[in-house]
């Protein structure tokens, strides 16, 4: 029987939500996601993310008869709760103030070969969040019954239950150790075992909502909330009951996730930002990640989509973008993004969209992902250029785009009927394509990345 289900999608960026039945959109809204300066320290507005979402839900009820409420949301969040409200502020993962308590995290950081959670800038670790709260806001930290996911923080807001779950505590937060699908040294060396709550599955109902938000929206008081899900996950449950292994996704946004598919985590390296996070079955995965939709605005400034002669025109101009213009995310997250050589502003966007390919490209490369489908999914699905320029330059790989814009929320809404029993829409198969000079312009982009002068 089709239900229509409620998606919180909480980004970065935006907030929205997003209604589905049976994987069609029927409705959604969505508005600006706040960061507040603090104290105690930068953090996300929830407050504000609350009412939207309630205000939303409201509306949407007066059309629609929702059956199912299901949370997704970034990985680098975790909110600290207490009996009724939480504890402390969810941290922005981009304050850079908790280098403050390093070295004395790194003495409790589990191995890279535990955790597959590499060393991130800021707060990206979300371990290194909770040993700040632990450590520099103790009066708020005692206060604190459960640490919990963001996108549980949501379920439990929703329906009173809190849980655990894997895709949230796999996702770089070196809480995890994926190969032995348990939480890692980190949790009893940091003294927060007694933090976490029971371990449920994304797919799993919790309960109906809290009689407040029945009255507050309108919803039926026995309007079920699922467990939820981190948001690159939720844009991997489509090809999870569609395909079989191996294949790529390379979920894009303001960050570009490359997630391999029945690809080894032995080539996985830290110094690359090459991880494992964990699907929602529990099962590790090789991944790769940059700041791909950052840095493309970095670069491309207010141009649109470039065609391919303005791909064409950037190459034999030998301009080039190197890393890194975001200052997190990838192989050289360290090193200042720098522009070589000129090119008109009308063509920025193609600079853009190559340097965007050739990182994706080196890091599926280093991480030995060379078979399969490729799946471009989210806001560079829509740059066919890309697409094609990504796919002339792994040829051994069929290119498919996924145009879809409420990608990730389709998919975290799989998870109120999983699996789905609906059939699944296929991305759009990408034309293959050469592209004049582009081989040689690859080779020298990768040599100037090891130049004396990058």
Known sequence: MSQTVAVLDIGKTNVKLALFSDGRLLWEK???NRVLAGPPYPHEDVESAWTFFIDALREAARTHQISAIVPT????AGALIGESELAAPVMDYEFEGVDAIEPDYARLRPSFSESLSPKLPAGLNVGRQLAYQKWRCPDLFADARYFVGYPQYWTWRLSG??????????AHTDLWAPRRGQVSSLVKALGVDHLLPPLRRAFDPLGPIRPEIAALTGLAPETQVFCGIHDSNASLLPY????QAPFTVLSTGTWVILMCLGLSLDHLDPCDDTLANVDALGRPIACGRFMGGR???TIAGSAGNPDLDAIERVIAS?????PCFSGQGGPYAT???VIRGDVATHDRAALATLYCALVADLMLTRMGAGSGDL???GSFAGNLPFCQTLGALRTRQRIFAARDAAGTARGAAMLAHWPPSYSITAPTPVETISIAGLDAYREGWTAALTSPTL
Do not use: D, F
């Open 335 to 337: 090193t200042k993004g």
């Open 295 to 297: 840095e493309y605005a």
């Open 318 to 322: 030998g301009a080039m973008a190197l």
């Open 73 to 76: 949301a970034h990985g680098a």
């Open 240 to 243: 999870l009951v569609s395909r």
């Open 375 to 377: 799946i471009v999914e």
């Open 161 to 170: 239950v809190a849980v655990s779950e894997v895709t949230s505590l796999g």
């Open 30 to 32: 969505s508005a600006p």
